[in-house]
């Protein structure tokens, strides 16, 4: 059961920061708001990543991690193991605060400015902090599979613990 959960969870994680960098590039190569087919055809795109990859394998991310603790007593001793569940939640709420739910809304409200009922700077208003918020979850991503690699060892300062 433990090999089949690592394996979930690494896979995972490989599909989640793919989609973060998909989305990143199709942010790049995004056009003006002018462009509004071409616009909306991104956006689309951006919120089927976010459905369809990001959400799914950010929730096998942390579900198949929880599994892994419970399963295996070793790991409840690990600050590795801790800090990966710590930045896993904060990668979690991050991720559908910032970057599912505002590429869902912009994808909807794409189609709605191609009907003529939303203007295009709306839908800008809506994603404003999309850049920072994709690195910054894209950054906790790298973090937490640099600790599974390299599993450092966190240890507690010299004259704390029990009894001092």
């Known amino acids: 059961m433990g090999k089949l959960l690592k394996f979930l969870h690494?896979?995972?994680a490989i599909v989640m920061i793919g989609a973060l960098a998909a989305h990143i590039t199709l942010l790049t190569l995004m056009p003006e708001p002018g462009s509004l087919v071409e616009y909306a055809t991104l956006r689309q795109g951006i919120g089927a990543i976010a459905r369809y990859l990001l959400l799914p394998s950010l929730a096998l991310v942390l579900i198949s991690g929880l599994l892994a603790?419970?399963?295996?007593g070793s790991y409840y001793k690990m600050g590795w193991a801790w800090a990966k569940?710590?930045?896993?939640v904060v990668s979690f709420e991050g991720t559908l605060l910032t970057v599912q739910g505002p590429a869902q809304q912009a994808a909807e409200a794409s189609l709605r400015a191609l009907e003529g009922s939303l203007d295009t700077r709306?839908?800008?208003?809506?994603?404003?902090?999309?850049?920072a918020s994709l690195w910054v979850i894209l950054g906790i991503a790298l973090i937490n599979v640099m600790l599974a690699i390299w599993r450092p060892r966190f240890s507690r300062a010299p004259g704390t613990g029990s009894g001092q």
């Open 10 to 12: 690494t896979l995972a």
């Open 69 to 72: 603790m419970a399963f295996s």
């Open 85 to 88: 569940l710590g930045l896993g």
């Open 122 to 131: 709306d839908i800008e208003a809506m994603v404003r902090g999309e850049w």
